[in-house]
């Protein structure tokens, strides 16, 4: 196990870069703590996918280094840099048995086979598959299969980290739940690093204690699931993050003071911004409520959510968001809304004030 | 799957019901018809039974030829699937030489058989040809017309120039089938070239590989042309394999009634084969 | 306009792939059928658009018989959850499809094509091909060629299954409102609790070939029938546990207690199964009746505004979902509560008695 840095990081698959847009990946730097469990975020196509084939090895950055403890291994291949990784469909050796999957790569390395017999069991304890260690491996469902190719990094002792690229997209919806949670559940116990790809906010935010949001190509911002959500660096972020996302609109600082539409807004960082009328403000739906005083509104639509309703007000074509608890009042036609002080906040240019 | 109600469906299959009956069946009761009786050609037929099928069974003459053409496929077999898995595996998976691999290797697959064969009759003459002339340069004693096994081992080296190409097609397609991910996993896994060979390649072409076998197993039992031009069975019959043994009889000697019960002895043979290489080879993706 | 299925019922050998089923639909509103996969979502689907043929029963549309028309002659539209568009055809064509099989006059359906186009956001890639398009992209050209032909039947199973996060949240916004003015009948099959909730419309609860509830959705979620709806319809699982009525005391299996009251306390002495959503256990307490439940904590999630916590519960695993953060420690005994004002009773045949 190691800590893992990735200093100066670029890569273009162009082989003559240019201009930035030539890159997939922008400039990068990150320490990854060992034994945390950390997710990348964001849409098809902001490179998260080459950010992991780097880290793994089946790709070498065009600049930058990358670090395992404090050993450079930016040149090595993935089978000399003692990582695992599970991939979005599921790899499983069609001929073997769970067992012989789960030894292979104990056995490639020359593990004494009384080593393997125990690593094994003991593994398959940990993700339920003891009952199916006899099954040929082509056999199980989805869900099974992607456990396999867990364990085949949980039973090597030598593993930095363990990476996950998009595990949970071919498993059935129902079962998805279940099997993240195993994974955080599976972290939790054995506190190897873990690095997990996906486009999903949910599982990224339930799985990761350090999420990374990418947007074409750059890191936007890297923080807790709580920093994420409480303070999106940009609105990209609020909007990625959150469901629905964070509700944007334009506004204007005038002495300290935000303003939408001539109405102040109270919000923690606008007294530390200067008189500008191009800006926006943030806030989540989650931070808004109805009141007797604010932005004057138009209740347009009201879903129900079960637990929650989401309710989409309008002034003019602006639409604002908000979340409303099961049982709780809704007005019909015009209302006005609150933005919480503290989770009202203004950007400039997409990135937030500070 | 599902069905659906749909009478018209019939009517785009009738043209190849009607297609496959003139192309197949009817030749075939043809053949079935003069295999139970005695014929001399003038259009006179007397009832037979399975005499002919007794006769063919017993005679030395078709256990002989069904013995060289076991040996012949069989060998072919064993020296086409193996190398065309090889040299599969050492063709380029991406990049701009992918087609033009794939052009050169398709190539002999594209000339006719009677050309194959005329191409190597020359190519293997000991005075002329360039490997005939150079084997013999270089001290080997090499004349293909003349002895046995020269003429079996030029007759097998044909047939692997000829089809090889097919075998390595067919496993290229199984190749590069395999998404990176698998050979991703397997580097991780620590596992060396072999093993992703056996574990991950193999599995993965077993499918392909099944129809290259069946392939060059139905059509090496039927081979006639090739050898027909190249050694017209000789010298003697050391290379008179069972086709060109039943076009001898049918033609040469024009006894349709044997030569019918052969054929359909022949048919049977090559149907029961297929069957046992197809279950052997499937049974355990059942499992 | 209503689609009418009368002990509608599809076997395949053996196998039973939907069992007897009587369903009214109607136009007006999503019907949504909500299951996991496998429940028969798919068969049921075919067997509406004639795909299938039925075992028992009859199909009527409006009232007419169809059982036996083929699916050509039905006006029925599907969409599915790959995406499937034409590739050589442009956004434009493809689009149009429908009406060049019904022989339409050219400029009609130009007029068609485009309405449609500004309805689903694709007016700006009407020449493009499908493959020069992102994945929302592409499933909006596939509904639209489904919607521009005015079917009576519009089937969509799990269309949104395959795009990311973001897309699908769009999506979901945008569906009602285009299905909201048109006069034909619209089923949507999801695996998603929340999709379902969202729609709104009426929703039929599937499990293993049977449709186990109908009704509008809201009252299906907040009423489920019996066990096997509730779990059908919660996401995460609905916890349950065993709870003993004596007197006015309900014990639950882990020994927490309380005074039984609403239709709770008509209940005669018994053991029955309770059943809670895992936004009623909650870190601290809400509701009008929170009952503390003690249990081992697995797994604990974090997810910027919400916390879940999985903790054992009378050999049980419970989950808890609240908002706001709350960090527990794995392998801690933790306390919750549970309101009890909200959980549901089933009976030993898991049918809903109280709740």
Redesign the interface.
């Known amino acids: 196990m190691a800590k893992i840095t990735l200093k100066g990081l670029r890569h273009s698959y162009k082989p003559d870069p240019q201009e930035d847009a030539d890159y997939a990946l922008q400039q990068l730097d990150v320490d990854w703590e060992d034994g945390g469990a950390y997710a990348l975020l964001g849409p098809s196509g902001c490179g998260k996918t080459t950010l992991l084939n780097i880290i793994?090895g089946?790709l070498t950055p065009s600049h930058g280094q990358v670090i395992f403890g404090d050993k450079d291994v930016t040149q090595l291949?993935?089978?000399q840099r003692h990582?695992?990784?599970v991939?979005?469909?599921p790899?499983v050796?069609?001929?073997?048995t769970v067992y012989d999957n789960l030894a292979?790569?104990l056995r490639?390395?020359g593990v004494p086979e009384a080593e393997v017999d125990k690593r094994v069991r003991e593994i398959a304890e940990m993700i339920d598959l003891t009952a199916t260690l006899d099954n040929?491996a082509s056999g199980l469902t989805a869900d099974g299969k992607q456990k396999i190719?867990l364990g085949?990094g949980l039973v090597r002792t030598d593993v930095n980290v363990i990476m996950f690229d998009e595990p949970l997209t071919v498993i059935d919806p129902h079962l998805k739940w279940q099997l993240r949670s195993k994974l955080k559940e599976l972290h939790q116990r054995v506190r190897t690093t873990m690095i997990y790809v996906t486009h999903d906010q949910t599982e990224a935010l339930t799985f990761a204690d350090k999420v990374v949001v990418m947007k074409d190509g750059q890191v936007v911002q890297i923080g807790t699931p709580v920093e994420l959500f409480e303070r999106p660096q940009h609105t990209f972020v609020g909007h990625f993050i959150g469901s629905p996302g964070m509700n944007v609109m334009p506004c204007e600082v005038r002495g300290g003071k935000a303003f939408y539409q001539d109405t102040e807004i109270s919000s923690w960082n606008a007294a530390s911004c200067t008189d500008a009328s191009d800006l926006e403000l943030g806030v989540r739906p989650e931070f808004v409520e109805f009141g007797p005083t604010g932005v004057p509104v138009e209740v347009a639509k009201v879903s129900d959510a079960g637990r929650f309703r989401i309710v989409d007000t309008r002034k003019g074509d602006q639409s604002i968001k908000l979340l409303v608890p099961e049982g709780g009042e809704i007005p019909e036609g015009n209302a006005f809304l609150q933005f919480a002080q503290d989770h009202t906040q203004v950007y400039r240019d997409g990135w937030l004030m500070s | 799957m599902?069905?659906?109600?749909?009478q018209k469906a019939w009517l785009f299959v009738l043209p190849v019901v009607l297609l496959v009956a003139f192309n197949a069946v009817i030749p075939l009761m043809t053949v079935v018809n003069y295999s139970v009786q005695e014929t001399f050609g003038d259009n006179t037929f007397f009832w037979a039974g399975v005499i002919w099928f007794q006769d063919v069974l017993n005679s030395d003459r078709f256990h002989a030829s069904l013995g060289r053409q076991m040996i012949f496929t069989f060998s072919i077999l064993a020296i086409e699937i193996p190398l065309g898995v090889l040299i599969a595996l050492t063709l380029p998976r991406k990049g701009p030489w992918v087609p033009v691999c794939l052009v050169l290797m398709a190539l002999p697959l594209l000339i006719p058989y009677n050309v194959v064969g005329a191409m190597w009759n020359i190519f293997a003459l000991p005075d002329i040809g360039l490997l005939g002339y150079g084997l013999n340069a270089l001290g080997f004693d090499y004349n293909f017309t003349r002895q046995p096994g020269d003429a079996w081992f030029t007759l097998i080296l044909m047939d692997v120039w000829h089809w090889t190409s097919l075998v390595v097609l067919l496993a290229y397609a199984g190749l590069v089938s395999i998404?990176d991910?698998?050979y991703?996993?397997a580097?991780?896994?620590?596992?060396?070239s072999f093993?992703i060979f056996r574990?991950?390649q193999l599995?993965?072409m077993k499918r392909v590989l099944t129809i290259a076998v069946l392939l060059r197993f139905m059509d090496s039992f039927m081979i006639y042309t090739e050898p027909f031009v190249l050694t017209g069975g000789g010298p003697g019959n050391s290379t008179t394999l069972l086709s060109v043994d039943l076009v001898k009889i049918a033609l040469g000697q024009f006894d349709l009634g044997p030569a019918a019960a052969m054929s359909l002895i022949y048919f049977l043979i090559i149907l029961l084969l297929s069957w046992v290489f197809y279950t052997l080879m499937m049974r355990n993706e059942a499992? | 306009m209503s689609l009418e299925l009368i002990d509608v019922s599809k076997r395949v050998g053996v196998e039973q792939h939907i069992y007897p089923t009587n369903l009214t639909l109607e136009a007006g509103g999503m019907n949504i059928l909500l299951g996991t996969t496998l429940s028969g979502k798919t068969t049921l689907m075919?067997l509406m658009a004639?795909?299938?043929?039925l075992t028992t029963g009859s199909i009527r549309f409006n009232g007419e018989d169809v059982t036996?028309t083929?699916?050509q002659k039905r006006n029925v539209s599907m969409v599915y959850q790959q995406f499937i568009n034409y590739p050589n055809f442009s956004v434009f064509e493809n689009i149009a499809s429908p009406l060049r099989v019904a022989r339409m006059a050219e400029d009609e359906i130009k007029r068609r094509v485009c309405e449609m186009a500004e309805l689903l956001k694709l007016s700006g890639m009407l020449d493009r091909r499908p493959s020069e398009l992102s994945g929302g992209q592409q499933q909006r050209t596939a509904m639209a060629r489904a919607l521009v032909k005015d079917a009576d039947l519009v089937l969509l199973d799990e269309p949104l299954a395959n795009l990311d996060f973001k897309l699908r949240e769009e999506l979901r916004d945008e569906l009602p409102r285009l299905f909201a003015n048109r006069e034909c009948v619209v089923v949507y099959a999801t695996t998603e609790p929340v999709e379902a909730l969202l729609f709104g419309g009426k929703t039929a609860t599937l499990h293993k070939g049977r449709v186990t509830q109908f009704g509008p959705t809201g009252d299906v979620y907040r009423k489920p029938q019996d066990l096997v709806s509730a779990e059908v319809f919660s996401e995460p699982p609905i916890n349950h546990a065993q709870v003993t009525k004596n007197g006015e005391t309900l014990t639950l299996v882990s020994g927490a207690s309380w005074s039984a009251t609403g239709q709770a306390a008509a209940l005669p002495d018994g053991t029955y199964t309770l059943g809670l959503r895992p936004h009623h256990v909650t870190p601290a307490q809400s509701g009008s009746q929170p009952v503390e439940v003690d249990g081992n904590v697995m797994v604990t999630e974090l997810s910027g505004s919400e916390s879940v916590v999985h903790f054992h519960l009378g050999g049980r695993t419970w989950v808890s979902q609240s908002h706001g953060i709350h960090p527990f420690e794995v392998g801690e005994q933790a306390t919750l509560y549970a309101d009890v004002s909200q959980a549901f009773y089933f009976d030993a045949s898991g049918a809903l008695i109280a709740g």
């Open positions: 793994s089946l291949p993935p089978d990582i695992a990784q991939f979005q469909f790899v050796y069609d001929t073997m292979f790569p490639n390395r040929r190719s085949r | 599902n069905k659906t109600e749909n998404p991910a698998y991703q996993a580097k991780i896994d620590g596992a060396k093993a574990y991950i599995p993965k499992n | 075919q004639g795909l299938d043929k036996r083929a699916v």
